[in-house]
């Protein structure tokens, strides 16, 4: 409630300054939109080491002034239920019913989604949630996260970075809270990720401060004072609808907090915590026998699978070191050295 409260004394108090303002259009790369208007465009990363590319954007200006709260997917062009979210998103805000200005970004890696790679830009071999905040001179990743870091994050005033089991990752839809030690701005994205409705939440702690080494999305936007969270959900390139419902439904939830839309929030209650992520990986290649699915509570000392080499000959049984919730394991037969086998989350003993 003190969230609410907190926010909706801001709208007033700068509404008068932004009356100016607010006859004006708000544009994000080549997406223009008067307030009362929505609009598409790209965000053009010019060609240099290597290719350009144009990041598709849009842009909701709400018929009443407030906050810009930034929507960004696809950084992993494979992680489907994600881009389709936004793109559901896209199609359902109405600038009419929407306060404050919202910027949605479905597909920042279009190479990785129209070549079908995973967790990386084929361009430069990258991943798009490493490389913030971005070099004006580095390779295509670096470009882009430049562009983003200038264009939406410096600007927005709350950010949500979407993901998801990869093509080769069975994942139980979970959210990122990474608190800061900033005392009021923690207590906003706390806000935000409860609202959003996931309930399993993993408390990011430990990450860069620097603001010219970020590397996350969602990391860079935290670190500039910006409120934000990371939310995931589907799995393995499926698009189930239940968990584009997740999505979609859970950032309609959370616009409701910074009053970007009509209605209540509907926050979760109950959420279970993590407090530490365990990540088994492959000491070697061979093929994946799973014995435990996404969402399984595991104790220590389970096993988790099996790996054998090429002729059926057993190598390897990875046991969990961690009693844990299996957020996502492999989902696939194929594994190399050093592939993520699975990722386990510890729950907390109780919540922040
Ligand atoms: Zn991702």
Redesign the pocket.
């Known amino acids: 409630m003190r969230f609410r409260f907190l926010i909706l004394a801001t709208i007033l108090s700068t509404a008068c300054l932004c009356a100016e303002a607010d006859a004006q259009s708000f544009r994000v790369g080549t997406a223009s939109a008067a307030p009362g208007e929505k609009s598409s465009g790209t965000l053009e990363v010019r060609a240099g080491v290597d290719a350009a590319t144009s990041i598709p954007v849009v842009v909701v200006n709400g018929a009443k002034p407030g906050k810009i709260l930034a929507l960004l997917s696809g950084?992993?062009g494979t992680?489907y239920v994600?881009i389709i979210a936004i793109e559901k998103l896209i199609a359902a805000l109405d600038p009419a019913e929407v306060t404050g200005i919202v910027i949605l970004v479905p597909l920042i890696n279009i190479q990785s989604f129209e070549q079908k790679v995973p967790?990386v830009n084929p361009v430069d071999n990258k991943s798009m949630?490493r490389f913030y905040p971005g070099k004006p001179d580095g390779t295509q990743t670096e470009r882009a996260s430049y562009l983003i870091t200038k264009e939406i994050v410096d600007r927005c005033d709350y950010l949500i970075d979407y993901?998801?089991g990869?093509l080769d990752e069975s994942l139980r839809p979970y959210a990122y809270w990474g608190p800061t030690g900033r005392e009021e701005q923690d207590q906003i994205s706390k806000q935000m990720v409860l609202a959003f409705g996931l309930d399993h939440i993993i408390i990011w702690r430990e990450r860069p401060s620097d603001p010219a080494a970020t590397r996350y999305l969602d990391n860079t936007a935290s670190v500039r004072g910006r409120p934000s969270i990371v939310v995931?959900a589907g799995h393995a390139g499926t698009v189930d609808s239940d968990d584009v419902a997740l999505l979609v439904n859970g950032t309609l939830s959370t616009m409701r907090g910074p009053q970007n839309a009509p209605g209540d929030a509907h926050p979760v209650e109950n959420p279970v915590w993590i407090e530490k992520l365990v990540d088994v990986l492959a000491d070697g290649p061979g093929i994946w026998y799973p014995l435990v699915k996404r969402g399984n509570y595991v104790s220590a000392g389970m096993k988790l699978g099996t790996i054998t080499d090429y002729v059926g000959k057993v190598i390897a049984e990875p046991r969990a070191p961690v009693s844990a919730v299996v957020l996502h394991v492999n989902a696939v037969p194929s594994l190399k050295k050093g592939d993520n086998i699975a990722d386990l989350g510890v729950p907390a003993a109780k919540g922040p």
């Open positions: 950084a992993h992680e994600s967790h949630n993901h998801g990869d995931e």
